[in-house]
């Protein structure tokens, strides 16, 4: 089945730094979600784009919806240590419910205090 | 509210032994849907619901029967454990497809 394609991996960074991740597809998407998975919970929605070009923040987080509508951004700025997780992109077409989602493969985000 | 909750953690079946994971939810939401996370990959839908009495398959449901009696309930069944279902299960629900997915805590699954 179709994968979004989410880099990078992983990322090893300094506390205060910013981080910067993105997904791409093949396909375009009309709505675009993040997401982050604390160590051994389930994932939590953070942000959710539903128009080309937007641009959309969640206090340190912000998203964009690339304007080819095959790529999303997630920023985070200031990191602070509970920021460690994994961060999935997800994507869902038009006319299609969540059961047709497309997940990334997550980023993995570890902070050196 | 205690959201979605999915029993149990952790667990360790041996080949060809069955199992249910059992999955819950108390916000009265219509869609519910079981996911698989393999290490670095995203999560795959393996089965989903749109009501009591209603399931239908997802990407990856070989292997895997669901049911869905009630509004609250959506549990896994595993007939036949492989290897190959070594994995963390997720279930979520939402009020509609349109509409933000809640996700439990999962469920470690290992088969050896």
């Known amino acids: 089945g179709q994968q979004l394609n989410q880099s990078p991996q992983s990322m090893f960074i300094q506390e205060g730094e910013d981080v910067s991740m993105n997904c791409t597809s093949s396909s375009i998407f009309n709505t675009w979600l993040w997401y982050k998975q604390d160590p051994g919970e389930g994932p939590v929605l953070l942000i959710a784009?539903?128009?080309?070009?937007e641009l959309t923040s969640n206090g340190r987080l912000t998203a964009q919806f690339g304007i080819t509508r095959k790529d999303s951004f997630l920023n985070i700025s200031a990191s602070i240590p509970s920021d460690v997780g994994i961060y999935f992109c997800?994507?869902?077409?038009?006319?299609?419910?969540?059961?047709?989602?497309?997940f990334g493969q997550g980023t993995r985000l570890t902070i050196n205090p | 509210n205690a959201g979605v909750t999915q029993t149990p953690k952790f667990r360790i079946l041996k080949i060809g032994q069955s199992m249910t994971l059992q999955c819950a939810q108390d916000m009265n939401h219509n869609y519910m849907y079981w996911y698989r996370q393999d290490p670095g990959m995203g999560l795959k839908l393996i089965y989903y619901?749109?009501?009591?009495?209603?399931?239908d398959k997802g990407e990856v449901p070989n292997g895997y029967n669901v049911s869905r009696s009630t509004t609250e309930d959506f549990p896994l069944r595993l007939e036949l454990a492989a290897p190959s279902q070594t994995s963390v299960y997720f279930c979520?629900?939402?009020?509609?497809?349109?509409?933000?997915?809640?996700f439990g805590p999962g469920t470690r699954l290992t088969v050896t």
């Open positions: 619901s749109v009501g009591a009495g209603i399931t």
């Open positions: 979520a629900s939402s009020y509609s497809p349109s509409y933000e997915q809640y």
């Open positions: 784009l539903y128009k080309a070009g």
């Open positions: 997800a994507g869902q077409k038009r006319g299609q419910g969540a059961q047709k989602l497309v």
